[in-house]
Structures are given as structure tokens and as C-alpha cells.
């Protein structure tokens, strides 16, 4: 089932969860035993993220460095197709533009189309850590509209190829990505929000936010984003903190906001158990306003990490 009708049928807030593929070489069993201390809060969905190429430098053993290729999490597609066998969950994964040709993207949903996934979370990459900005493959995408359009076209049985006749429709919802404290790269929020609502016009039906830790910054968002005529549903995106060293991994990563008070609380804790738990607290609290103000959806960035979502949900679903 599409996440929007998901949306559009529920009489509540749904919880929804973004895990992670295993490290390559890993078991599944890390993925099932997430989604078996979770299965209870009924996930309307699940979103499994894409991790694109990395290069490392191997020793060659002549005293040379070789520069190889490595995909360290690869499987969302196995792993969708997984989770939706196992738990009768719809799945979401997600499809990036870095590392893709059109026609490696044109391949990669249409194994989705034929697996049974019904939704998409259409995304750009962020640039892998040799380069400086991001760099579309040749004959690739360089910005997540273009990809919008790739599965709008592939949705009205339009592929890369003209030649071909009688194609099928795949019939993909395509969710796409915002950022309530911008994207670090845009120039302003005014611009960035422009873009997104390129995405919106172009197909996608629903937006994902990047993880935030102060509320106002997401109803600001939403109140931007529906003056500039964005009417799709806007799912928060929360990520509860567990460490003393998220205060600053957080917003290097991430280019977020970490509020006064929380970074107060963090900073005068005495140990890890403290901090772990000023993280549920405060996103249980976030959570609940969210709720209350009616959020259709609250979608939690799990990180590999069951148990901090699962006192997060028994408290607030
Ligand atoms: P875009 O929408 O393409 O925007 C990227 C930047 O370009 C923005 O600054 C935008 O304002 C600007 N822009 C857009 N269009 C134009 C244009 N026409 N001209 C000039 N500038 C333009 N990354 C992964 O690698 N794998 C994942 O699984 C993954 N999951 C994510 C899930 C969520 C919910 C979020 C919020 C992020 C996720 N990311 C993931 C990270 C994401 O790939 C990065 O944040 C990336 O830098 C931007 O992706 P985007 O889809 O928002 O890009």
C-alpha cells in the first residue's frame, strides 16, 4: 500500500521507522531483530536507506597505495523485499541519484516494481567523502527532481527507451526529502524551499523531514512551506540523541540545530545512562507535541538503535 493512502485512511498520528542496511558481511538478523521489538507499534511503513559507493586505499604491498571501491551497506532492495515477506509491512526504500547512471536507476526500479514496492523516497546523495560537492555519475542526475521525473515517467510507462512498446506502468508513491533548517548547500531557505516545491510539482506526493530537535523549527517549515503552496502531508523526522558526542557529530553531519536547554541537559549529565535518557525524554516530548498538533506521521531514525524507539513509542503511541 502507498504511504499516502497509509496517510490519507489514517483517523490518527501513524508511527513509521528508517532503518539501515547491515555493514556488508553482516547478518539480516540485526534488521529483523529491530523490526520484531517494534512490530507491536504497527509501523505504517518502513524506509530503508541507500548507502552509496566509498573509496578506501588498500596497501598494494609494493609500497603503493590502490585506491578501491567498497559499498559498505548494501541489500535495501533484499531488504525490503524481506521485511514485506516477513512482517506484511510496505517498505520504503530509498533511491539516490550519486553513483547512478539513469539507466542503473531505470533497472533498480523497475526490480522494485517487480518485487512489489509500492513507494519510493527519491533523494539526491550527499557527496561521497573524495569530493568536495556533490558530482552526478555521467549520464546520471544531479538533483532528486530529475529522478522525481525519471518515476513520474516510469509511473505513465514512459522508460529511457522510445523504442519500446506496450510498456508497463509501475505505479510508484515517490516521497521526497526537506529540511526544516535548510539544506546546507542552499544559499537561503527561501531558495531551498523553491526547490523543493519543484519536487512537489513534479510528481512526489509526500515529504520527509531531516531530523530536528526543536519543534518550532518544523511548524515553521510547514507554515513556509503551504505559503508557497506545498500541500502535500510533511512527516516529521526524529532522531533521538544518545550520546554526549551527537552534541557536535550531530550537526557536522546532519548541518542541524541542537537547542540551549538540551545541550544544557546533555553537557551536565553524569553518564552515558543519562544521556540516553535525556534523549528519550525529550523526543517523547517532542513527539506528543507533534501529535497534538497534528502531525499525520512520526517517523523515527532508528540508527540500528531498538530499544531508545521503542521507550519512545511505548510512551507516546
Ligand atoms: P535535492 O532536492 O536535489 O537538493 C540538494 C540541494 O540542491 C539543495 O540545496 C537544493 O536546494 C539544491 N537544488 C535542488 N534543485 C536545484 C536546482 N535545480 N538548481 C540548483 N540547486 C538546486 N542520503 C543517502 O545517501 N541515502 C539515504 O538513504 C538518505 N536518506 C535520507 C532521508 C531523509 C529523510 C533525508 C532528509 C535525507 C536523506 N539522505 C540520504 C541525505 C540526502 O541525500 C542529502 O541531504 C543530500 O545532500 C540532498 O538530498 P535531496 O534529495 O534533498 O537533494
Known amino acids: ?23 556488508k558481511g553482516q547478518t539480516i538478523d540485526s534488521i529483523f531483530s529491530t523490526m520484531d521489538q517494534l ?10 536507506t541507500y548507502h552509496r559507493e566509498e573509496y578506501v586505499f588498500r596497501n598494494a604491498g609494493n609500497g603503493l597505495l590502490e585506491k578501491t571501491v567498497v559499498r559498505k551497506r548494501p541489500g535495501t532492495v533484499g531488504i525490503c523485499a524481506a521485511i514485506t515477506n516477513r512482517y506484511k509491512v510496505d517498505t520504503v526504500p530509498h533511491i539516490i541519484c550519486g553513483g547512478f547512471t539513469k539507466q542503473d536507476t531505470e533497472d533498480a526500479l523497475i526490480d522494485l516494481h517487480f518485487v512489489g ?30 529522478l522525481v521525473d525519471q ?16 510498456t508497463t506502468k509501475s505505479n510508484f508513491c515517490i516521497g521526497v526529502a526537506g529540511y526544516p533548517e535548510k539544506h546546507f548547500e542552499s544559499p537561503n531557505m527561501k531558495t531551498d524551499l523553491r526547490h523543493l516545491k519543484a519536487k512537489i510539482d513534479a510528481g512526489a506526493e509526500y515529504i520527509v523531514t531531516q531530523m530536528f530537535f526543536d519543534n518550532e523549527a518544523y511548524f515553521k517549515f510547514v507554515d513556509d512551506c503551504r505559503a508557497i503552496g506545498i500541500t502535500v502531508p510533511i512527516i516529521p523526522g526524529l532522531k533521538p540523541l544518545t550520546t554526549k558526542s551527537q552534541l557536535q557529530v550531530l550537526p557536522h553531519y546532519f548541518h542541524i540545530n541542537l537547542p540551549e536547554e538540551l545541550v544544557d ?50 510512551a507516546v503511541f
Not at 151 to 166: Q, T
Request: some cysteine; charged content about 30%.
Open 1 to 23: 500500500m502507498k504511504v499516502i493512502d497509509h496517510i490519507n485512511q489514517a483517523k490518527k498520528t501513524l508511527f513509521s521507522i528508517e532503518i539501515l542496511p547491515p555493514l
Open 39 to 48: 512490530m507491536e507499534f504497527q509501523p505504517a511503513f518502513v524506509d530503508v
Open 117 to 146: 514496492v509500492d513507494n519510493i523516497l527519491v533523494l539526491r546523495g550527499d557527496p561521497i567523502k573524495s569530493e568536495g560537492r556533490f558530482v552526478a555519475e555521467p549520464g546520471g542526475h544531479s538533483y532528486a527532481k530529475d
Open 151 to 166: 518515476a513520474v515517467n516510469m509511473n505513465a510507462g514512459k522508460y529511457l527507451d522510445p523504442d519500446l512498446k506496450d
Open 265 to 314: 541537559l546533555v553537557e551536565h549529565s553524569k553518564s552515558d545512562k543519562d544521556v540516553k535518557q535525556i534523549g528519550i525524554d525529550w523526543c517523547i516530548r517532542q513527539s506528543k507535541e507533534l501529535m497534538e498538533r497534528g502531525a499525520p506521521v512520526l517517523h523515527y531514525y532508528t540508527m540500528g538503535k531498538a530499544d531508545t524507539t521503542k521507550a519512545i513509542a511505548k
